[in-house]
């Protein structure tokens, strides 16, 4: 596959990796974005990491919370522009608030309930069509999360990109610093034991990968590699690293580092049974225009007609 300079360029934004390894990767990876990030950071280590919680789509986060009842919505759109339209946020509240008292059974029925928008309805996906011919640009209803029942709920919502809603028992202040948290420190579990097989998988993998490439290197530097115990080790510790970084409850507290997030709430005399994170555009290739390419176009089309 031809390695193209765009994808040297997405790539190198997505890692913060030198130009160069980047191109190397790619063409390691036959033109596999994501095996070629995994590359990097075997080679780099955690510099390949720095910019891939990057947001690369526009949206906006909104939350709506009635008693013990609440959602978190996510709706996108092509520019930056367009959040700041009142129209497309009054779009958004409105969809957190329809999840929330309707409790819809997916997107499509999220977007059939009945809602009215500067002369757009009856439905909410009338309004959508509307407003997209009215501000001439696509907007989609991505996403939303629902918590009903099990106990209290706080959100928090940074600017209109990060969004969190947090289900617990106890204290409200430690539950909304518990939100901020979330926010801050994004992880991807309230435990280790709820992080995703998938995810310690991969990070063992590259664990693995990475005590491959140190005893080649030692090997090649005419040094004595590490014995296959002490390897096998590393590869764990590195595992349980991860596991400590991304699980809400062992994560070191954003507001007093010298305790954990458990530690905290149980000075508090507070549980948190589950919480949800959406970060606008997490996980969404945005388009990158070539603009050298479009200009070349335009030339080679205008000389045609000529």
């Given at each position: 596959?031809a ?5 040297v360029?997405?790539?190198r934004?997505?890692?913060?990796a030198?130009?160069?390894e980047?191109k190397?990767?790619l063409?390691?990876?036959?033109g ?12 780099l280590?955690t510099?390949a ?9 526009e949206?906006v986060v ?9 959602a978190l ?10 959040t700041?339209?009142d129209s497309?946020?009054a779009?958004?509240q ?5 999840a ?11 977007a059939?309930l009945p ?5 757009f309805?009856p ?19 991505r996403?939303?999360?629902r918590?009903?029942g ?11 990109r ?6 617990y028992e106890g204290d409200d202040?430690?539950a909304k610093d518990v939100a901020?948290h ?7 579990a309230?435990t ?7 995810l310690i ?13 140190d005893?080649?290197?030692a ?8 014995p ?11 595992v349980?690293k991860f596991?400590k ?9 954003v ?9 905290m ?16 555009g ?11 390419a ?13």
């Open positions: 596959m390695i193209t300079a765009s994808m360029a997405e790539l934004a997505k890692t913060d030198p130009m160069m980047c190397k990767a063409i390691e990876a036959d596999d974005m994501a095996k070629a990030e995994e590359i990097l950071r075997v080679k280590g510099k990491g720095k910019a891939a919680s990057r947001v690369t789509a949206g909104a939350a709506f919370i009635s008693g013990d009842t609440g919505v996510e709706v996108n759109c092509e520019t930056d522009f367009v700041k339209n497309f946020i779009l958004v409105a969809a957190a608030k329809l929330a008292q309707h409790n819809p059974a997916d997107v499509t029925a999220l059939a809602f009215s928008l500067d002369g309805g439905t909410l996906e009338d309004v959508r069509k509307g407003l997209i011919g009215k501000i001439g640009e696509n907007m989609s209803l996403r939303f999360a918590k009903s099990g106990g209290k709920l706080v959100s928090y919502v940074h600017g209109t990060i969004g969190v809603l947090v289900e202040v430690a901020m979330v926010a801050a420190m994004k992880p991807v309230l280790s034991g709820d992080v995703p097989a998938a998988e991969r990070e063992r993998a590259v664990a693995t990968a990475k005590a491959e490439e005893r080649k290197a090997e090649a530097a005419g040094k004595q590699p590490q296959a115990d002490i390897v096998t080790k590393r590869i764990e510790g590195s349980q596991l970084e991304v699980a809400l409850l062992n994560q070191p507290f507001k007093n580092d010298k305790q954990t997030v458990e530690q709430l149980k000075e508090k005399h507070t549980a948190i049974k589950s919480f949800v994170l959406y970060v606008v997490e996980g969404i290739e945005k388009k990158q225009d070539d603009f050298a479009e200009v070349a176009a335009q030339v080679a089309a205008a000389q045609g007609k000529a």
